[in-house]
């Protein structure tokens, strides 16, 4: 099983729409959540932080289910400038900040 | 706002040489990162560093690889002997301090192109 797995995608939507994505983890130790993302040919971003209680950022929701070991994004009124690469990035127990990256999942936003 | 600055932006070099890619991490970081991404590919931890020594290191990370803080600036990845599977993204990253939801700040990346 991947480490962190999410659905490459890649999402077509209209501006305005609402999308999730969705990424699943294999390390139930992990302690931190992120997601971050990535412009072609760029360097990742963080794009938010994920709590155990969820939180919000503007249009961004993220939330955790530990249990799961799911966590998931949603885009609210999505615009043209959020077509990117979606980046699901866990960092697992015992490490100095080491990030763990999923594949990501691409994100097309059209007029 | 602080950034972390990588040089070269593009590095091409022939099989077989040696090439050192340098980073100049945020100014108050103590915790400076290597990352890779092979075009199409995920991004890939390599190697963590704090008060001048390795913190941990991924397969990838092997004894082609060696990383150093020279002097109280920069932060530079060296690798040996590269092979034509060596080309990829290096991004080099830092933050503040361990622990929860710390933000690792990216530099734009060095791309690798081993011919």
């Known amino acids: 099983r991947k480490e962190v797995e999410q659905d490459p995608g890649p999402f077509n939507v209209p501006e305005g729409a609402t999308v999730a994505f969705n990424c699943t983890y294999s390390n139930s130790a992990s302690q931190s959540f992120f997601w971050y993302r990535q412009d072609c040919r760029k360097e990742p971003k963080l794009l938010m932080s994920v709590y155990s209680s969820g939180n919000e950022d503007g249009r961004f929701t993220a939330q955790l289910n530990r249990a799961s070991q799911y966590i998931s994004l949603l885009i609210r009124d999505s615009k043209l400038s959020d077509s990117a690469t979606y980046l699901c990035v866990v960092n697992p127990t015992g490490g100095y900040n080491k990030l763990i990256f999923g594949a990501g999942t691409r994100l097309a936003v059209h007029p | 706002e602080p950034e972390v600055t990588q040089t070269p932006s593009h590095q091409v070099t022939q099989m077989g040489q040696e090439v050192i890619l340098r980073c100049v991490p945020i100014s108050n970081h103590l915790y400076f990162y290597w990352y890779r991404q092979i075009l199409g590919q995920k991004v890939e931890f390599l190697v963590s560093?704090?008060?001048?020594?390795?913190?941990?290191k991924s397969e990838i990370f092997d004894d082609q690889f060696s990383v150093e803080r020279p002097d109280g600036s920069n932060f530079t990845l060296k690798i040996r002997s590269t092979k034509l599977e060596d080309s990829a993204m290096y991004f080099c990253?830092?933050?503040?301090?361990?622990?929860?939801?710390?933000?690792?700040?990216f530099g734009q990346g060095t791309r690798l192109t081993v011919v």
């Open positions: 990253a830092s933050s503040g301090s361990p622990g929860r939801n710390t933000e690792a700040f």
């Open positions: 560093f704090y008060n001048n020594e390795i913190s941990e």
